[in-house]
């Protein structure tokens, strides 16, 4: 993976204290409403094409059970990598991933992929969210697990970069116009469910990560509640 592509953040206002009731509902309900304030950065790549031949249906069928099982490691690659940033901060939990949330977040990062949508899913009003696009050196036809578990990695630590911009005494960006938005959504402390979307674009050349957050972060006013210190 050479190249970042895009990287958007948000900050939300505040629906109501949703600790009490049950995620999976919510999540699978979509039952809240916030307003969303987007920032959108854009790297351009390249747009060639790449012309492929017929495929044999088993090798369909191998492929996507490849990618399926690739996901699976890939989501587990993001959550340990979102939970060893979180534990750099004081008084912030591991978070544990929740089914429901990346099922959304899995079909939000296919529609990227068959470039039927771009950014942020407008119909997610209960989530935080965190929307990466990878640029690879190479031509995939399918991903392997090692691609997925890679690309868990690099999306949070790009994510977290975010960091050396975040003033912890004022809460607030250190210079304004530059984003901090995916760095305190990662490690807020109210967000404890992940949901995790991976998918490549047709041509195999790009890598859409989607993040869905539960409680989601970047509520206006409470980033001094919610985003702890660094221990050391």
């Excluded at 069928?61 to 939970?83: P, W």
């Amino acid at each position: 993976m050479a190249r970042f592509l895009l990287d958007t953040i948000h900050d939300a206002t505040d629906n109501g204290d949703l600790i009490n009731q049950d995620p999976d509902d919510i999540i699978a309900n979509n039952t809240a409403s916030d307003v969303y304030i987007t920032d959108t950065h854009i790297i351009p790549v390249g747009n060639e094409e790449v012309k492929r031949g017929p495929v044999d249906k088993k090798e369909v069928q191998r492929m996507f059970q490849t990618d399926m099982e690739a996901i699976k490691a890939g989501r587990n690659s993001t959550l340990a990598r979102h939970n060893a940033k979180r534990d750099l901060h004081r008084g912030t939990a591991p978070m544990q991933l929740n089914q429901r949330a990346s099922d959304k977040a899995q079909d939000w990062a296919e529609k990227i992929a068959r470039g039927e949508a771009f950014g942020f899913d407008p119909d997610n009003t209960v989530c935080g969210e965190n929307v990466i696009l990878l640029y690879t050196n190479n031509d995939l036809e399918f991903m392997t697990m090692n691609n997925f578990q890679e690309t868990g990695k690099i999306c949070v630590d790009r994510w977290y970069e975010q960091i050396n911009n975040y003033d912890f005494d004022n809460h607030a960006a250190r210079q304004a116009g530059k984003p901090i938005g995916s760095f305190t959504q990662a490690v807020w402390k109210n967000s404890t469910y992940l949901g995790v979307g991976i998918a490549k674009e047709k041509d195999g050349k790009y890598i859409i990560v989607v993040c869905r957050y539960f409680q989601k972060g970047n509520i206006k006013g409470k980033r001094a509640r919610n985003i702890g210190r660094l221990k050391n």
